[in-house]
């Protein structure tokens, strides 16, 4: 009677072992993954795909969960969101203890764009001095050129932001990529003369939170298919071409 007893609890005891293996391992396949998304210009747009095809090239259900640059820091270092669509490397190098990153989606020069009419024409770099120079503030890379320049660097929560503050003049130019600036030109005024004077390059990556680590290779893998078969700037007219018929 006790072996009879012992074996029946033997047994149960298995099967919910097993049990509670499958549930974990399924939880685990059917895991949605939360990317933090702050911008939705066309660029940003482009640049999106690239992350919405790796994911799907892998099979990983995902949402994209918009919210605000700061918000999306905050969310992803404390774990409420598993990934920010992307980071500058400047970014990574800070927040390392806590997150992960895939090879480059893109690389992006980025100018800077002076009003003319504040600072004069023919600009160079030492001209730069003192002055207040507008920017995105999650490009901390970007911050760190400008004090270089002994300007002084007034950040913006967003890239409509910065423009914004560069219209109204409450900077004397901004630093931004040449691609955002496009895509916001027709909001500038017609009689604002504007000189770009090119400054560095930036690589973005898309970053999770560490606990998803083990999705790095299989992304990084999908990155290079994704931008063998279609490369950012070619999203980029794409999404335009689609925006014009609209």
Same mark, same amino acid.
């Given at each position: 009677?006790?072996?009879?007893?012992?074996?029946?609890?033997?047994?149960?005891?298995?099967?919910?072992?097993?049990?509670?293996?499958?549930?974990?391992?399924?939880?685990?396949?059917?895991?949605?993954?939360?990317?933090?998304?702050?911008?939705?210009?066309?660029?940003?747009?482009?640049?999106?795909?690239?992350?919405?095809?790796?994911?799907?090239?892998?099979?990983?259900?995902?949402?994209?969960?918009?919210?605000?640059?700061?918000?999306?820091?905050?969310?992803?270092?404390?774990?409420?969101?598993?990934?920010?669509?992307?980071?500058?490397?400047?970014?990574?190098?800070?927040?390392?203890?806590?997150?992960?990153?895939?090879? @480059?989606?893109?690389?992006?020069?980025?100018?800077?764009?002076?009003?003319?009419?504040?600072?004069?024409?023919?600009?160079?770099?030492?001209?730069?001095?003192?002055?207040?120079?507008?920017?995105?503030?999650?490009?901390?890379?970007?911050?760190?050129?400008?004090?270089?320049?002994?300007?002084?660097?007034?950040?913006?929560?967003?890239?409509?932001?910065?423009?914004?503050?560069?219209?109204?003049?409450?900077?004397?130019?901004?630093?931004?990529?040449?691609?955002?600036?496009?895509?916001?030109?027709?909001?500038?005024?017609?009689?604002?003369?504007?000189?770009?004077? @090119?400054?560095?390059?930036?690589?973005?990556?898309?970053?999770?939170?560490?606990?998803?680590?083990?999705?790095?290779?299989?992304?990084?893998?999908?990155?290079?298919?994704?931008?063998?078969?279609?490369?950012?700037?070619?999203?980029?007219?794409?999404?335009?071409?689609?925006?014009?018929?609209?």
């Amino acid at each position: 009677m006790y072996n009879q007893f012992m074996k029946y609890l033997t047994f149960i005891v298995t099967m919910f072992v097993l049990s509670i293996s499958a549930y974990a391992q399924d939880n685990s396949q059917t895991k949605c993954y939360k990317i933090g998304v702050w911008d939705n210009s066309i660029p940003s747009q482009a640049a999106i795909s690239i992350v919405e095809e790796i994911y799907e090239r892998n099979n990983l259900c995902y949402e994209l969960i918009n919210t605000s640059l700061e918000k999306a820091r905050h969310d992803i270092l404390v774990n409420t969101l598993d990934a920010n669509i992307w980071r500058s490397d400047a970014f990574i190098e800070k927040n390392k203890q806590e997150i992960v990153h895939t090879s @480059p989606l893109f690389a992006l020069g980025v100018s800077i764009y002076a009003n003319t009419q504040r600072l004069g024409s023919k600009l160079d770099k030492s001209q730069f001095k003192g002055k207040r120079i507008g920017f995105y503030h999650g490009d901390l890379h970007v911050k760190n050129e400008i004090e270089a320049l002994n300007a002084k660097a007034v950040h913006s929560e967003s890239n409509q932001h910065t423009i914004k503050a560069f219209i109204n003049q409450r900077v004397d130019a901004i630093v931004i990529t040449p691609l955002l600036f496009q895509a916001h030109k027709t909001s500038i005024p017609s009689d604002m003369i504007i000189e770009e004077i @090119p400054l560095t390059s930036l690589h973005y990556r898309h970053i999770l939170h560490k606990d998803n680590a083990a999705l790095i290779p299989s992304l990084n893998a999908a990155i290079a298919k994704a931008l063998e078969r279609e490369t950012l700037e070619e999203r980029i007219e794409r999404f335009k071409s689609t925006s014009k018929s609209d």
